[in-house]
């Protein structure tokens, strides 16, 4: 004949019980998110510098907007080796862990033990006069404790714990964001410290000429010792400049290998021109409420506030009654032998309430602590918004004017590059002084090192203006969801 696990005096409570537990709702308060702290609009001089919403909304990924080959593999490297990144995939892992931890309260832990006691009594005390041997064998299967989620206090913590879990996946996006920009940023810079590297190395190499030149013609005596002091002085502030950049490109290598986690492959230094490496020179900002949904560290601070909203109601669920139970099916013996013969089935039903009427206040400070620490979530996520509101706000304020300031110094490098060479062939005929080719040198170098200064200003302001705008990461939806729900041995690595 067959019999259920559990007694029908035992079956009818454990199921009702799970049925009102499966059934109780949360005391948080409904979540309403807080209204954006800024304008519906950027403040951009040139509107169409913002570019429309519906441009906006094409995911533009990292692999797309570095055209550089060199550059792509660099930031698949520090993919692969950056100690930050890793650290915050391994805050995922632990977030996730502790979700599954506090999911897993809401279920009975079901437990099997099994026990035997063997007592002698002797004769001087036993009430027969005589030693009596007692034997107890039992096995038994049962719940533990069980709490009955009936006001929702379980599931409130639940939720945080999933809230938490998606900020730390956000957070992590925030980080891959984070590390791709200061990759391209520091890449940019290093560029750009090249250039200008070759440049100064170019001065110098004239400089060492100009002084030669003086150096000969003061001993057929046709030019002033002041000449050859000045050509001096030229020199070896153009050797001081080019020792200035190369200690620049190394400590720029450093910056690398740091965010690389690894040293720097030689076949990865850039070679190619500023422009070349980014393969789009324009980026539609759309509107300042789709920050909100793009940018990965407002996205968490918003998981936050909401987790900090599910503690509330986690607090407020700690006034009522408190319902657990422990039950348990086995079978009960005073001979091994005869342990699992019929009639020796044992089972015990065992429900307790809870009701808190002096805790000393500590509840309604919880409750306050809980209300407090959403109000501050509220805050941080609003300061969040600020804060992206205003990095994208001054990217576009900077390139609105960028395209500009760049044709204002291509045309100051060719008109110095005129004025060099006139001066150039008026010291040649005599008219102009040794001291106003060297003023037309330096003010050329000048116009030439801002000019790559610009460039690379350009250029990282694109780069600005990526990671502002939240870069290629549409908000987490039912796939984060999954993965939070996945057990340690299927989670993928």
Known sequence: MKTSLFPRPLLLPVLLAALLSGCASTMAPNYERPAAPVAA?????????????????RELSW????????????????????RDLRVAAL?????????????????????????????????????SGSAVTNHVHSATLGISAWELDLFGRLRSLRDQALQQYLASEAAQRAARLGLITELAGTWLNMAADGEQLALARETLHSRQQARELQQRLREAGNTSELDLHQAETELETARDAVLALETAVETDRNALELLLGAPLPAHLQPEAPLEAMLAVQEL?????SDLLQRR?????????????????????????????????????????SSLFDGGNRAWSFLPQVSLPIFTGG??????????????IAVANYEKAIQSAFREVADALAVRSRLAARLAAQQRRVDASQQACTLVLQRYDNGISSYLEVLEAQRVLYSAQQSLVGIRLARQTN???????????????????LARAEQTPAAQPH
Not at 45 to 57: E, M, Q, V
Not at 70 to 76: T, V
Not at 462 to 480: I, S
């Open 41 to 57: 609009e950027w403040p951009v001089p040139d509107t169409a510098a913002a570019g429309d919403g519906d441009a906006a909304r």
């Open 63 to 82: 692999q797309e907007l570095f055209a550089d080959g060199k550059l792509r593999q660099l930031i698949q490297l520090g993919f692969e080796n950056n």
């Open 91 to 127: 805050n995922i892992e632990r977030a996730r862990a502790q979700y599954g931890i506090q999911r897993s309260v809401l279920l009975p832990d079901l437990g099997a033990g099994a026990s035997g006691n063997s007592s002698r009594t002797p004769g001087s005390v036993s009430p």
């Open 284 to 288: 539609p900002a759309g509107l300042p």
């Open 296 to 336: 990965p560290d407002i996205l968490a601070a918003e998981h936050v506030l909401i987790g900090a909203n599910a503690n509330i109601g986690a607090a407020r669920a700690a006034f009522f009654p408190s319902i657990s139970l422990t039950a348990g099916i086995g079978r009960a013996s005073d001979s091994l």
């Open 362 to 375: 500590r509840l309604q400070s919880n409750l306050e602590l809980a209300e407090a620490e959403r109000d």
């Open 462 to 480: 694109l780069v600005a203006l990526y990671k502002a705008l939240g870069g290629d990461w549409p908000r987490p939806g039912a796939d984060a």
